[in-house]
T-cell receptor, first 118, second 115 residues
Framework: GAGVSQSPSNKVTEKGKDVELRCDPI?????LYWYRQSLGQGLEFLIY????????KSGLPSDRFSAERTGGSVSTLTIQRTQQEDSAVYLCASSPSAGTATTNYGYTFGSGTRLTVV | AQSVAQPEDQVNVAEGNPLTVKCTYSVSGNPYLFWYVQYPNRGLQFLLKYITGDNLVKGSYGFEAEFNKSQTSFHLKKPSALVSDSALYFCAVRDITYNTDKLIFGTGTRLQVFP
């Protein structure tokens, strides 16, 4: 596609429910990133996928968070047993490769999914 | 670990005046530094980067940033602010190890330009 697509754009869920957030990166981009944007917390790194390599999961805040990337394209971020502190905007970004991203023009970000846990 | 700090939550400036948004960094090795902007209801956009070379980097929308190694700073600047520059600005640094290559972002600075 022309850009990074995220769905849904907004999600309201009850505390304790599971949610799935989807990211469609730009076609051909091998690197994919998830970040979380909370008020006053800036952009918090969650997870990084690069091709078929093992993902860097070091930013996932708890074992309730997981992510997968199927076929090297679409990625799904899953939050189990949601808590109110999970409320944030979840941003996905992609780049042709990690090296290209950080040495050339950076990432292309999606518009994000605003998650509200009530 | 690599990190960046943005000491100001908000910067206010009058239209036509010069603006500075501050960023300091802490890295091991040579820093790769970035600025991104987030306009209301829009995604983050790349503004400029410093990899190597000239300490003054020019980017989109008339912005520039000055890399200062002795002060470990990478402040974003613009000679004459526009109301349309009002947005949230993020500084970022590359974090690369054996199994990762990602950007670490600061907490952001909200720029408000008044007419």
């Amino acid at each position: 596609g022309a850009g990074v697509s995220q769905s849904p754009s907004n999600k309201v869920t009850e505390k304790g429910k599971d949610v799935e957030l989807r990211c469609d990166p730009i076609s051909g981009h091998t690197a994919l990133y998830w970040y979380r944007q909370s008020l006053g917390q800036g952009l918090e790194f969650l997870i990084y996928f690069q091709g078929n390599s093992a993902p860097d999961k070091s930013g996932l805040p708890s074992d309730r968070f997981s992510a997968e990337r199927t076929g090297g394209s679409v990625s799904t971020l899953t939050i189990q047993r949601t808590q109110q502190e999970d409320s944030a905007v979840y941003l996905c970004a992609s780049s042709p490769s990690a090296g290209t991203a950080t040495t050339n023009y950076g990432y292309t970000f999606g518009s994000g999914t605003r998650l509200t846990v009530v | 670990a690599q990190s960046v700090a943005q000491p100001e939550d908000q910067v206010n400036v009058a239209e036509g005046n010069p603006l500075t948004v501050k960023c300091t960094y802490s890295v091991s090795g040579n820093p790769y530094l970035f600025w991104y902007v987030q306009y209301p209801n829009r995604g983050l956009q790349f503004l400029l980067k410093y990899i190597t070379g000239d300490n003054l980097v020019k980017g989109s929308y008339g912005f520039e940033a000055e890399f200062n190694k002795s002060q470990t700073s990478f402040h974003l600047k613009k000679p004459s602010a526009l109301v349309s520059d009002s947005a949230l600005y993020f500084c970022a640094v590359r974090d690369i190890t054996y199994n990762t290559d990602k950007l670490i972002f600061g907490t952001g600075t909200r720029l408000q330009v008044f007419p």
